[in-house]
């Protein structure tokens, strides 16, 4: 499974890039909007791309078809790896099924439902996003979602990319992997959580402990 970063932020990307932990980034205006600061956010998107040698989600903000396709030709224009994220109505997979006939990637995002990520999948989405957690939060179970577009994209041959999204903690994680998502996308926060193992810490203190006592220096 490949994992993505769910931030604009270049310093927490860097991070992740520099231990090759990351194979992409997604990001969505609120994201953006945190990280830009002052910035074009264009500018952005391009520093992001060359930090990362993998898909970078940027999104479109119109709601309509025409300025979707428009905002996603210019944002594909940035750089090879931009994918032009539209949203899960039925103007965002119009726009989706235009942008990937000009040969434009796209990830599908707000997807809340297998029939949407069936219809998603028939409208050429590269990447669909289920939101696992945003599921969670209104007392149901977004890892059965996961499960189920598994399920629904094997039983039927689509190609489109399970994008595990909204991602909150490492055990969203590992479901992902025993599920079978092609990818997770996470905040540094959880990605660097998964680094972490109380046992690996008391294991290190115990052989530095040892070490210290043969009073060498390596």
Known sequence: MKIFLDTADLAEIRRAADAN?????????SLMMKAAGGRDPLD???DICRTVDGPVSAEVVAVDKDTMIAEGRRLAEIHDNIVVKVPLTEDGLRACRALR???????????FSVAQAHLAAKAGATFISPFVGRIDDVSGDGMELISQIRQVYDNYGFDTEILAASIRHPQHVVQSLLLGADIATMPPKVL???LRHPLTDTGLAAFLADWKKLEKEL
């Not at 932990?21 to 205006?29: H, Q, W």
């Not at 006939?101 to 997807?111: K, M, P, Q, Y």
């Open 101 to 111: 006939a000009e040969g434009i990637r796209v990830n599908v995002t707000l997807c």
């Open 44 to 46: 952005v998107f391009l």
């Open 21 to 29: 932990l990351i194979d992409g980034v997604t990001t969505n205006p």
């Open 192 to 194: 660097f959580q998964l």
